[in-house]
Structures are given as structure tokens and as C-alpha cells.
């Protein structure tokens, strides 16, 4: 059984420095790309980042770019989200994903129907 649990949200101050992890079980980890979506209340499911099985191939949605960074280490099937500079417009459940890396694009993994399998989320709250 497939199981992806977020960890590391929480409350803080605009300009201040999260990181958000994901600990995957279940799954070969290493031949999966993974992803970090958000959802803020009202809005739709968004794409922020996405990290293929290779490592050194990333993806951002604008909106993070030059502010969040995403990375994996496979020896403890672990995703991480390193979010610095926060902005109130980033508050947000987080949502962690993986999908089958079929050597595609990386754009190819910045759709929610790409990914198979989801966590429950946490909450990322930033204040002003």
C-alpha cells in the first residue's frame, strides 16, 4: 500500500523560511518523479514543483520560481520542499504526489492527472 505523509507546515511571518517533507513508502521510490501541489480555500489544485527520477531535472511553477526548491533523497524515500522569502498568497494546504517517471519531459509532470498517488496534505499558513 502506497503511502505519502507531509510534514513541516505550519504558521509564519511573510518572509520567513519553511521546509516541507514527504516521506513515501510502498513504492519503488527511485523510478518515481515527485510532486508538490497546493490548494488554497475556493481555489483549484496548483502545481509547484516537480523533481524527476533524475535528480537534476526540475520544474516550477512561476509563481515559486527563485523562491522554492524541491529535492529528493532516495535512500530515505524523501521529498523535500525548501520554501524561502514566504508571501500571505502562498498560504495553502500542501499536497505531495508521485508519479511513474517514464523519462518524459518534466513538463509532462506539472499536470495533477499525471500522478497516481497523493497525501492527505499540510497546512502552510503565512501571516502579513
Known amino acids: 500500500q502506497v503511502q505519502l505523509v507531509e510534514s513541516g507546515g505550519g504558521l509564519v511571518q511573510a518572509g520567513g523560511s519553511l521546509r516541507l517533507s514527504c516521506a513515501a513508502s510502498?513504492?519503488?521510490?527511485?523510478?518515481?518523479?515527485m510532486g508538490w501541489f497546493r490548494q488554497a480555500p475556493g481555489k483549484e489544485r496548483e502545481f509547484v514543483a516537480t523533481?524527476?527520477?533524475?535528480?537534476?531535472?526540475?520544474s516550477y511553477a512561476d509563481s515559486v520560481k527563485g523562491r522554492f526548491t524541491i529535492s529528493r533523497d532516495n535512500a530515505k524515500n524523501t521529498v523535500y520542499l525548501q520554501m524561502n522569502t514566504l508571501k500571505p498568497g502562498d498560504t495553502a494546504v500542501y499536497f505531495c504526489?508521485?508519479?511513474?517517471?517514464?523519462?518524459?519531459?518534466?513538463?509532462?509532470?506539472?499536470?495533477?492527472?499525471?500522478?497516481?498517488?497523493w497525501g492527505q496534505g499540510t497546512q502552510v499558513t503565512v501571516s502579513s
Open positions: 504526489a508521485a508519479a511513474h517517471d517514464d523519462y518524459s519531459p518534466s513538463y509532462y509532470y506539472t499536470r495533477r492527472t499525471r500522478y497516481n498517488y
Open positions: 510502498g513504492l519503488t521510490f527511485s523510478v518515481f518523479a
Open positions: 523533481i524527476m527520477r533524475r535528480a537534476s531535472s526540475t
